[in-house]
């Protein structure tokens, strides 16, 4: 899958969420770091072409009086032009994925009616279900990062591998897909490691069960319709 | 009152909708245009006390994907800063009123669920909601200008009496105070005219009906309250 992350954030150097982000991507086949603020002149046919050439977008920025940084706005609305993006004048994105990477200083839970901040992450981000409406993109649920700088080394892992699942899995969310990517992971690694290659082989065994019982489901429901 | 419009467009000259917006505001008492575009460099403390100086503020703007353009988000990130913006860090905004004047090219009604665009005008404005909120501002609710190129003269005159009553009125939806408003602009324009001198007249009358009816439901409470 090849990926393109769209990063709108006036001071990239200056966010340790950001900068771990872009070492998360490094590794990531088929992903391109794609930093709008250090663009000086947009080059709108050179845009259009990244984007045409990937299958998964990715808008990846804080929340800035709970919005996107200006640069998104700007190269949106320069770029993602009528012909090029709406659906119904033949646009060129229909059948893409959006993804989008959303971080924030509050705690996940103040994003809810009752919550500090009295208003839910998804409807904040409403505009971009809108625009996906509009241009035939399919939205996947936002991948939320609260309060970065309070991770612990092991929430911070964790985060590495849903955010490189973010950019790759077809289905970010669902189990068997994070499964699948856990056991290439693994392969790259190789074998040489005997608690690795246990994890392995385990998962690999799980999933057979996972599949197997998958099938005994579907002749059961067959029998059902009979 | 004091209203600051702070408005967002990178093509005001070719917008029809802005320069009449303009022609509007000025004849407006206490009225400021403060276009953020054509600013070069942001000078913080100066426009921090443009704002302060306000009792109410504008953002006027058009919607490009869904939101504002790119303008007005820069220009929130630099001045509207912590110490200045939080009602919790003892900020300066709080008490001020907030409106949004917002135009587009879809008809009202493709923005609601079910419409067009699938998504409520109040849902995609939200962010404005939880800046209200986290800077102890009153907002207003919005006054949306959607296809203004349809607009017969009829309805531009009744639009630019709403905008000039969004800008200055407290209450800008509350019948008393447009009539009110009415009121104070015949004055202005004098008794010369026989026409105009009669609706003067004939409102200035039912506004007396109507303060008596409201004496007497008053009396009337009160008795049932005995």
Redo the contacts between chains.
């Keep these: 899958m090849k990926t393109l992350i769209i990063v709108s954030h006036?001071q990239l150097a200056a966010s340790p969420t950001q900068q771990f982000l872009k070492a998360s991507a490094a590794g990531v086949k088929g992903a391109t770091w794609h930093y709008l603020d250090a663009i000086k002149t947009l080059d709108v046919p050179a845009e259009q072409a990244l984007i045409q050439a990937a299958d998964r977008l990715i808008f990846e920025f804080p929340l800035?009086?709970?919005?996107?940084?200006?640069?998104l706005?700007?190269w949106?609305?320069a770029v993602?032009t009528r012909g090029f993006a709406y659906a119904e004048a033949g646009g060129k994105l229909t059948g893409k994925t959006l993804g989008l990477v959303v971080s924030y200083s509050q705690p996940q839970q103040a994003y809810q009616i009752g919550g500090s901040?009295?208003?839910a992450m998804s409807?904040?981000l409403?505009?971009y279900?809108?625009?996906a409406?509009?241009t035939g993109l399919q939205l996947l649920a936002p991948l939320e990062i609260a309060q970065f700088s309070y991770l612990t080394e092991q929430q911070r892992a964790e985060l590495m591998t849903r955010y490189q699942q973010y950019l790759t899995l077809e289905r970010p969310t669902r189990f068997a897909d994070q499964a699948a990517w856990f056991l290439a992971q693994l392969d790259q690694k190789g074998t040489q490691d005997e608690h690795v290659a246990l994890m392995a082989t385990t998962l690999a065994a799980r999933q057979e069960q996972l599949a197997g019982l998958r099938h005994t489901i579907a002749e059961l429901r067959e029998g059902e319709d009979d």
């Design positions: 006036p800035y009086w709970y919005q996107a940084p200006a640069s706005h700007e949106l609305a993602w901040e009295g208003v409807t904040l409403s505009p279900q809108a625009l409406h509009k």
